[in-house]
């Protein structure tokens, strides 16, 4: 009977997830292709396992404390993981312990399962200290809603419950198997079981069989919670980071792809004489289907740490860019407007009157500098730039909208061939009363 309704919770959990990530991926097959090749597999992979899997952009010295934290949340995670997936074919095969044959290498994973998840408890309570009672300014910033706070309070109890359930679950287990039988180390629950010996055997595998079905329980459903939390990094982290831009920091599309993109508007068959893809409906991004589908995964990978926008230059001098809450508005827009664009068709375009520039504001987006901070911070590799110079391209080639200093410039140079207002016969006049030797004028 236990199996029976561990493999019916299973699928319905395994089947909503799966629907969650086709529906994700309908998204995204709406938006454009990347600029540019996956290549460098190599330098990716070392690049991964530094950054996503060494946790090495989290611990920098200046966010030590909590960098640690979120590593050792990461690590242990990733230590119980193999312990969740013995779990679940204890649960199919009806078997205890199936990876027991493993000997030693069985006693050092559930060593390091017990260490860190007790090791993780403490990094809740840290965390929800943190949130609570030292609250950083990045946490309480004008676009970090209540519901965001929820977020991760909900994220950070099913957490430490998650831990617990483990760990009540091996001490369940240490209780109900005779010593001779036990296998795997398990040094917390261990120095623990002494203690509950003797309770009878009824309460031994209550302890056992709650701290089991909790524990898998609480899995499952934090699967599925996660692609509709800011908490999706977890997933969406590694492939992220695998997949960001490897050329030089700063390095944006050039203008040769908006001249082959002027080439196919004014000639059809431009783009099968240059092999390239069907001209675009507009220059730039207006909306989220503009974008490429990496700077979708990027607003789904966003942790909202605010790491970004600590360190932006514009916004720690006062003005309205936050390249945290860029992203948030991409993932907004993106989730309001993509059960529609998943359902349209060529014949049938979906378009609901609506904009990221509704979310996003021209303001914004000229107060950015371009220096890269954010990118050079964010945790998860996220590229900030590209997002805000598309909007930009958009304001400026379909919409004929910029600052005022950047039109008077754009008019120089389209009537004088330069950006100031002289036209280019005029523009040594400045050295007219300029004396030059003899020798250098013969030059």
């Known amino acids: 009977m236990k199996q029976i309704i561990f493999l019916i919770f299973l699928l319905a959990a395994f089947g909503f997830f799966g629907y969650t990530i086709h529906r994700l991926y309908s998204f995204l097959s709406k938006t454009k292709p990347l600029?540019?090749?996956?290549?460098?597999?190599?330098?990716?992979?070392?690049?991964?396992?530094?950054?996503?899997?060494?946790?090495s952009k989290i611990l920098r010295k200046w966010q030590i404390v909590a960098g640690a934290m979120h590593a050792t949340i990461f690590w242990g995670f990733l230590v119980i993981t193999v312990g969740t997936g013995e779990m679940i074919l204890d649960g199919v095969l009806g078997t205890e312990r199936v990876l027991g044959f493993l000997g030693p290498v069985y006693d050092v994973i559930t060593i390091s399962g017990e260490v860190f998840a007790a090791l993780i408890v403490l990094a809740v309570f840290?965390?929800?200290?943190?949130?609570?009672?030292k609250k950083p300014k990045r946490f309480i910033a004008p676009?970090?809603?209540?519901?965001s706070n929820m977020d991760a309070t909900i994220v950070l109890i099913m957490t430490f419950l998650?831990?617990?359930?483990?760990?009540?679950?091996n001490l369940g287990y240490l209780l109900v198997t005779p010593a001779d039988e036990v296998v795997g180390m398990y040094p917390i629950t261990g120095a623990l079981a002494g203690s509950f010996s003797g309770l009878g055997e009824g309460a031994q595998h209550l302890i056992f069989e709650s701290g089991w079905w909790i524990h898998i329980v609480l899995v499952l459903l934090f699967l599925n919670l996660l692609p509709y939390s800011k908490h999706f990094h977890v997933m969406a982290s590694i492939p992220n980071v695998f997949l960001m831009n490897m050329g030089p920091k700063g390095k944006l599309s050039n203008m040769q792809s908006v001249t082959n993109e002027i080439k196919m508007m004014m000639d059809p068959n431009a783009a099968a004489e240059m092999g390239e893809l069907p001209p675009p409906s507009r220059f730039g991004i207006k909306d989220v289907e503009d974008a490429s589908w990496k700077t979708v995964l990027d607003s789904y990978t966003c942790t909202e740490c605010g790491r970004c926008t600590a360190s932006c230059p514009a916004n720690i001098t006062g003005k309205k860019l936050s390249p945290r809450k860029l992203f948030k508005d991409v993932r907004h827009r993106m989730t309001e407007k993509g059960p529609g664009l998943a359902k349209a068709t060529t014949e049938k375009p979906y378009d609901d009157g609506k904009s990221l520039f509704d979310y996003i504001t021209p303001e914004e987006l000229w107060a950015c500098t371009s220096c890269g901070a954010c990118v050079q911070e964010c945790p998860v590799e996220?590229?900030?730039?590209?997002?805000?110079?598309?909007?930009?391209?958009?304001?400026?080639?379909?919409?004929?909208?910029?600052?005022?200093?950047?039109l008077s410039m754009f008019n120089n140079i389209e009537n004088n061939g330069c950006p100031w207002p002289m036209p280019a016969s005029s523009r040594f006049d400045w050295a007219n009363h300029i004396e030059m030797p003899a020798n250098l004028v013969s030059r």
């Open 35 to 55: 600029d540019g090749k996956v290549d460098n597999i190599g330098a990716r992979i070392a690049h991964t396992l530094r950054v996503a899997f060494g946790q």
């Open 162 to 169: 998650l831990m617990v359930s483990l760990l009540e679950m």
């Open 126 to 133: 840290g965390f929800l200290a943190r949130r609570y009672i």
């Open 382 to 406: 996220i590229q900030h730039i590209p997002l805000i110079v598309d909007m930009r391209r958009y304001l400026v080639m379909e919409e004929s909208k910029a600052p005022e200093a950047l």
């Open 143 to 147: 676009e970090m809603k209540p519901s």
